[in-house]
């Protein structure tokens, strides 16, 4: 099976001479559909790198990106804005709702931007809007919302129409730990319907929600968690009570 | 965690049994807390010395026992509730200690120790996450409780993050550990 997201030996650098900058230093990950991945590291450690170039917002200076198999070097910068249009979402920590828009139309307009029309842009749209349970707020504007509203609309905008791909950078934002923790409980949920989710945080509680949580240092992938083991273990384990 | 306490605050809404006591301690701490029935029985026995609860008298001969709370076991549940409790730190926390000697011995790396006790914390939390992700909606004690665990365990996390910082301003490590070592002991005099 294709990964919808794999890097290779992907390496950035920044600036050139003595003020040069290895944000990344080979890196090699691949996330699965239905596999959510959180990654960690202290401030400056790449990991905000890793994640704008996973979704070719930003390149790499070395080594290949694949999004749902596609290699992006080789594709048409016009087929790569398509691929980051149609296959991958984006979650913001400030939500970047437009505030000229309502709730609908925020949530579709990455469907309209890619030439859906209007009305099956829209219809598109509310079913997104269903899955986070946010329906009733549709003719809302962003600054008529709470907190937890408003992430809930950049969700449904992130995962509506067919991506298969769901970047997240640090994205319970400003909220409070309930609140951040229904955002995760979102991304899981949408991750386990089978899009791929790679989430940036620094926050061990939201990474704990993820599957998978791979830890990066000095531009480097340098540990990740095992399989999961039951919350049976819990009980079994006894001195971590 | 205070099973007599915990057991006492059972019975304030009526007598139960002791089977009873125990299926509804762990339902109430989400399943996360086993108790066995041994346990509950030597409790309430000692709660029953003690005058804070006593048996039904209108339970004949040969059937179980009911308890129920008396005005004293009234009065100290709700003195314990309202006491703080004890959060001066243990004396030597072993993880801090394994992180200190970790500095002393030649050739270990401090940051490949601080992230090995790093992953390991976080697959506990997921374990938690995993509990609470399961848990039924309404579920409030389950979460509760896996919250109080996550939040430590973070605090931990956040610990080791704290020390990988600390211990990157290093100047060369011989000097280093050392000082290290003596202030936290000044610093767990303070705590004691």
Known sequence: MTSALELRRVSKIYGSGPSEVHALDEVDLSVDRGELVAIMGPSGSGKSTLLTISGSLEEPTSGQVFVDGNDLATLSRSNRAKLR?????????????LPGLNALENVSLPLELDGVSSKAARGTAVEAMEELDVTDRADHFPDELSGGERQRVAIARAIVGERGLLLADEP?????SVNGEAV??????????????????????????ADRVVFIRDGQIVDQTTALAGPESLLAAGGDR | MSVPHALLALLSDGAKYGLQLQSEFEAKTGEVWPLNVGQVYTTLQRLERDGLVQTSS?????????????????RELGEWLRTPPDLVPPPRDELVIKVLVALEVPGTDIHDVLQG????????????????????EGDVPLALVADAELFRLEGI????????????????????????????????????
């Open chain 1, 172 to 176: 319970t934002g400003a909220l409070d």
């Open chain 2, 117 to 136: 006790h790093r992953r390991h914390v976080i697959e506990v939390m997921q374990r938690y996450t995993q509990v609470k992700a399961a848990a039924a």
């Open chain 1, 184 to 209: 995760m409980r979102l991304l899981r949920a949408a991750t386990h319907r089978g899009v791929a989710g790679v989430v940036v945080t620094h926050e061990a509680q939201l990474a704990s929600w």
């Open chain 2, 157 to 192: 996390v956040r610990w080791l993050d704290a020390a990988e910082v600390r211990l990157k301003q290093l100047p060369p490590p011989a000097h280093s550990a050392g000082d290290v070592a003596i202030e936290s002991t000044r610093t767990m005099e303070v705590a004691q």
């Open chain 1, 85 to 97: 249009r149609r296959s991958i979402g984006y979650v913001f920590q400030d939500f970047n709702l």
């Open chain 2, 58 to 74: 209108e339970e004949g001969e040969g059937s179980q026992k009911r308890y129920r709370i008396t005005s004293t076991g009234e």
